[in-house]
């Protein structure tokens, strides 16, 4: 299956830092990619959705100002946490979607986890 | 909210065939069920989907119900590194979003 990758793996930041993942389609062009957060214990909660040189489209209650989301390229997406505080320690899952892949199953990163102290 | 409801835990020994259900009475005529799973600390894995004929591939077989209204997942030969929380999703085909309910922590046992 097509390979997703995240950048980094684990990071761990001081309240009121800001810190950017990365998130890469390897081997295909991924036209759509979705940002996840995961607390413990608990099932993935979709943050936002972003098309390749359009705007991303946040889910109710994800605030896009925090949560700042680029997708220059067909193989790159980046989430940002601005001024983050411990409640945004969480694990954050991208995915990416393509026809090119020759179906449209999305393939999930490996996933950051994010500690904010 | 997820559009789909499972068992939150399940046991099943090694080498045994591992069965999980899925019910999604609600599916509309155009949705597919797709599963996927997720390992401790991982991102998730897609195994398999389908809309209403049953499907196979090299990790996993997926039986449909005749009215659609719900799914079974079937590992034939569960090891013990199929230890993962089990999603089971309805979703329309083509780069839509996906929606994860709580999913079923499936428990391999030597």
């Known amino acids: 299956g097509a390979v997703v990758s995240q950048h980094p793996s684990r990071v761990i930041c001081k309240s009121g830092t800001s810190v950017k993942i990365e998130c890469r389609s390897l081997?295909?062009?991924?036209?759509?990619m979705f940002w996840y957060r995961q607390f413990p214990k608990q099932s993935l909660m979709l943050m936002a959705t972003s098309n390749e040189g359009s705007k991303a489209t946040y889910e109710q209650g994800v605030e896009k100002d925090k949560f700042l989301i680029n997708h220059a390229s067909l193989t790159l997406s980046t989430l940002t946490v601005t001024s983050a505080h411990p409640e945004d320690s969480s694990f954050y899952i991208c995915?990416?979607?393509?026809?090119?892949?020759?179906?449209?199953?999305?393939?999930f990163g490996p996933g950051t986890r994010l500690t904010v102290t | 909210d997820a559009k789909t409801t499972q068992p939150p835990s399940m046991d099943c020994a090694e080498g045994r065939a591992a069965n999980l259900p899925c019910n999604h009475s609600?599916?509309?005529?155009?949705?597919?069920v797709y599963w996927y799973r997720q390992i401790h600390s991982q991102g998730p894995q897609y195994i398999i989907h389908g809309l209403k004929n049953n499907e196979t591939n090299e990790m996993a077989s997926l039986i449909i119900t005749e009215d659609r209204k719900s799914s079974t997942l079937i590992l034939p030969h569960a090891t013990l590194r199929d230890t993962a929380v089990y999603y089971c999703i309805v979703s329309i085909q083509g780069a839509q979003k996906l929606v994860f309910g709580q999913g079923t922590r499936l428990t391999i046992n030597p």
């Open positions: 081997d295909f062009q991924a036209t759509t």
């Open positions: 609600t599916i509309s005529g155009n949705e597919y």
């Open positions: 995915s990416a979607s393509s026809l090119g892949t020759g179906t449209y199953e999305q393939y």
